[in-house]
């Protein structure tokens, strides 16, 4: 298996996409993307500019842990890398590093962040993208939210949609609202990207790790026809779709300040045992 131990710089966000400080962005001003970021990425090691890159986003309603998580899959990667494989790694004890994230009843995350290196496993650039977070009334606006969903799931080779214990059904609607979008742009299809529906702080059951029935049982049993509609329709267009539910990820995380001192054992061991499994499900999707 391919190790990659060149010394790399710290691995942290940069902001990619920044929206106009306006009441509605739809009243003409667009947003504005910082290319320079890309090609700073693309340029910053020789060893990595001719892979091929596989670009993961995140997007899911404010403060609901998008920024945590992705420092926990920044964690995971950069373990991987430099061991070849993920052995032991939940026991590691290694410190949580990445964007910044706290507890707080404000946003963290203004606009959309691409981490400034990737993380080469198995000849494959795995990118990391943080987006910010929708249905904050002091940020956003219902017409910045569908832009931010839209943006990431165009960017994007999986996307993680970060929900709170359940599928619901206006998380459906507003997927299917993207893809009429995409219809719109046939050249710029949803088709090469994946669809993650991520449960957090699942208590439906005791059962952890992939559950697609909690998808695929809308597609079937749905007593709606328009929701089974939409279920049907986003079936149709994404390569694959998964859905992963984790635990509770423990009280030092919930109950912590901010994340600078948190490491992977102050995680309850179901949390890193569970979000274990969607880590190789997003490098195996990278193949």
């Known amino acids: 298996m391919f190790m990659y131990n060149i010394t790399q710089p710290k691995a942290e966000p940069s902001l990619l996409i920044r929206f106009p400080n306006n009441e509605d962005i739809g009243e003409g001003d667009i947003p504005i993307f910082y290319v320079e970021e890309v090609e700073a990425l693309i340029k910053a090691d020789d060893a990595i500019r001719e892979k091929k890159f596989f670009l993961v986003s995140i997007t899911g309603v ?9 420092n926990l899959m920044q964690t995971y990667l950069d373990y991987y890398q430099k061991n070849g494989n993920d052995t032991n790694w939940e026991k590691s004890k290694k410190k949580i590093e990445g964007g910044k994230w706290r507890q707080s009843t404000e946003s963290v995350t203004h606009g959309i962040w691409i981490w400034n290196r990737g993380f080469l496993i198995n000849d494959i650039v795995i990118v990391l993208i943080d987006c910010q977070g929708t249905g904050d009334s002091l940020m956003s606006t219902p017409t910045l939210d569908n832009l931010i969903l839209y943006l990431g799931l165009q960017l994007a080779n999986v996307q993680i949609l970060n929900l709170k214990s359940v599928l619901q059904t206006n998380d459906l609607e507003r997927i299917d609202m993207c893809q009429h979008f995409s219809d719109l742009d046939p050249e710029n299809s949803l088709l090469n990207c ?5 449960l957090r ?16 049982r809308i597609v079937d049993d749905a007593k709606s026809d328009v929701v089974k509609n939409f279920a049907s329709g986003i079936e149709k267009t994404f390569q694959e779709i998964a859905t992963f539910a984790l635990p509770v990820p423990g009280s030092k995380v919930t109950d912590g300040s901010d994340g600078e001192s948190l490491r992977l054992d102050n995680i309850a061991s179901a949390y890193c045992e569970d979000g274990k499994a969607d880590n190789p499900y997003v490098c195996r999707c990278s193949h």
């Open 62 to 70: 404010y403060r609901s842990g998008k920024s945590f998580l992705l």
């Open 194 to 198: 994946s669809l993650l529906y991520l």
């Open 201 to 216: 702080d699942y208590n439906g059951d005791k059962e952890y790790g992939r559950k697609d029935f909690l998808f695929t």
